[in-house]
């Protein structure tokens, strides 16, 4: 159930991105939620396999090449969905990935439940 819970709320997440950062277009909310599975599955599969396979421009930069990761698995969905889905650049899908992260963060706070009862 909170997985469903989780593609919806990165749906909802992309489709407010999408209405106001340039270059990013959506077709509609199936698509969004097309997105947000598309992305899960990259983060899960492809996500490791790049952090593994660039570990030492990851230790070099303290981390901070993990922003390049995550703009690649933008484009790489970009790449995959087609048409439904379109981010117009390397730095336009660094600032959605960036933006997107923040977004997810803030809604999945809302999943966790009170351990304090």
Do not use: C, H
Not at 15 to 26: C, D, Y
Not at 75 to 103: H, K, P, R
């Amino acid at each position: 159930m909170k997985t469903i819970l989780r593609i919806l709320l990165t749906a909802i997440a992309v489709v407010v991105l999408a209405s106001f950062l340039p270059g990013v277009e959506i077709q509609g909310y199936t698509s969004a939620i097309i997105v947000a599975v598309v992305l899960g599955l990259l983060r899960v599969t492809v996500k490791p396999l790049l952090v593994f396979f660039t570990l030492p421009a990851t230790i070099v930069t303290l981390g901070l090449f993990l922003l390049v990761i995550n703009a690649v698995i933008i484009l790489l969905a970009d790449y995959l969905i087609g048409t439904s889905f379109e981010v117009s650049g390397f730095w336009t899908a660094l600032l959605f990935s960036v933006l997107l992260s923040i977004f997810q963060s803030i809604l999945y706070s809302f999943l966790n439940e009170d351990k304090q009862k």
